[in-house]
DNA sequence: CGTATTATTGATTTGTCTCAAAAAGTGTGG
DNA sequence: CCACACTTTTTGAGACAAATCAATAATACG
């Protein structure tokens, strides 16, 4: 069985009462997943409700054709598919882990009724939604105005949490071809496109090692087209 | 004053107590404006909560370059602006009427202290933040693999409520310039890109008028890579 | 070590944007 | 009702970005 602090570290349940924890600490699962497992599609019942303690796992919407859309990718302290408390209504998307994975679920039905008994987690739910939903519309006014390599700078900027500007190195998180999925483009443009922004912003290519010059290069290159200096406000998860 | 009986058509209100609702029905404004008024930015305070009456506006994002991306179209009955009941500060965009339009405006504050003093419209608040979630995944997605063509007969498909398939007349109900930007892609590329899909699927084209002999064959067009079936679920806003 | 996976490169095609100009539609005042 | 200006839409030619298909190179891994 997990423990309470294990609960409580999911943000949404930072303030439970020791009743409430303890019924969630009955009802929750923990899961050890491998890379490239296929855990979650949203056509499975009973639904839950997925927080990953470590690892990262991908979200994306495969069409009949095949091809395959990255909704999000998520990483520690990421929770997910908490929509499912309104509707048990398919939504097409399915999960995968990108490296080995820890999970904790929990029945969306025993989270419900939580929610419903605890009036301030609807209100950390709905800030938390009205993130995500702020940068779904960034990355939509990005698809529309930006070229792949400004998308990639800007994908930079974010994973890059350095405090110094110059002479940053950088280790890009995932296989080159799940950014470009999760960018939207193919791995060959992906290819192509971080060249020329190599070049463009005097960055060094090593692998999936980045050394970059001067951040600020990126960030005059990526923010011409923006209606919004970087950072942006609310991104709930990094990537 | 606005009447009780206004403010509780907005559908969040719906259950207020006559109290509560006395309380919005004094901090209520309501506005009329023409076409083409731009009444709203995000740098303005105090924030207010946007309800639209009659009308029609375009939420959009600007960039320095004076590029412009359209996020949303809302009409009746449609609110936006209730996320600033988390935050001041700025998110980037502006509203501008597309039609004679009447708002409801009411202080973003008391719909906050309405809000944490009943839970329900947090639960309804998040309920809709969950579909527009949904709604703009989406969007993403067919910005990712559709083609313009394929996004202008999406659209035809989300605007016509017949319930007839074959033979329907269909009115764009803003101009194609407007059309195009909210589909993401130049007034010159929808033009060309609606004559295309008119040819493929068999719509005859008048002006703004359409007649569609059949629906099923822009869903056949549109939904090749789809990842979901016509209808979506939860579409929150027709367009 | 060889095999499988991932990444890059090249040549070509497709889709969209750009800029310019013409056409169609809308509204106004004489 | 027409002439005029103004806005919106369409059309054309050309440039550019990204996808596609195919082949090679690099890397990871048992």
Redesign the interface.
């Known amino acids: 069985m997990l423990s309470k602090q294990a609960i409580s570290s999911i943000a949404i349940f930072k303030d439970l009462t020791t009743k409430q924890l303890t019924y969630l600490q009955k009802i929750a699962k923990i899961h050890h997943y491998k890379k490239g497992a296929l855990f979650f599609n949203s056509s499975q019942f009973p639904k839950k409700f997925f927080y990953i303690l470590t690892g990262a796992v991908k979200l994306f919407?495969?069409?009949?054709?095949g091809?395959e859309?990255i909704?999000s990718i998520l990483d520690n302290r990421h929770y997910f598919a908490e929509?499912f408390i309104?509707?048990t209504?398919?939504?097409?998307?399915q999960a995968k882990t990108l490296v080995p994975t820890q999970l904790i679920t929990l029945p969306i039905k025993g989270v419900k009724k939580i929610?419903?008994e605890n009036?301030q987690i609807?209100?950390m739910?709905?800030?938390d939604?009205?993130k995500?939903?702020?940068q779904?519309?960034q990355?939509?006014?990005h698809?529309?105005?930006q070229t792949a390599d400004q998308r990639i700078g800007y994908f930079l900027l974010k994973i890059c949490n350095s405090k110094n500007k110059k002479n940053v190195q950088l280790r890009l998180p995932y296989e080159k071809n799940i950014l470009a999925s999760r960018l939207?483009m193919k791995a060959e443009t992906f290819s192509r496109a971080l060249l020329k922004l190599s070049k463009r912003c005097h960055i060094q290519l090593k692998g999936n090692l980045l050394f970059i010059s001067n951040i600020e290069e990126i960030k005059l290159y990526v923010c011409?087209?923006?209606?919004?200096r970087f950072p942006s406000?609310?991104a709930i998860s990094k990537i």
Chains 1, 2 share one sequence.
């Open positions: 919407r495969e069409s009949l054709d091809s859309v909704i929509s309104f509707s209504a398919e939504t097409p998307y929610i419903y009036s609807a209100l739910l709905l800030k939604s009205f995500v939903r702020q779904l519309i990355e939509n006014e698809l529309i105005i939207g011409q087209k923006c209606s919004q406000v609310g």
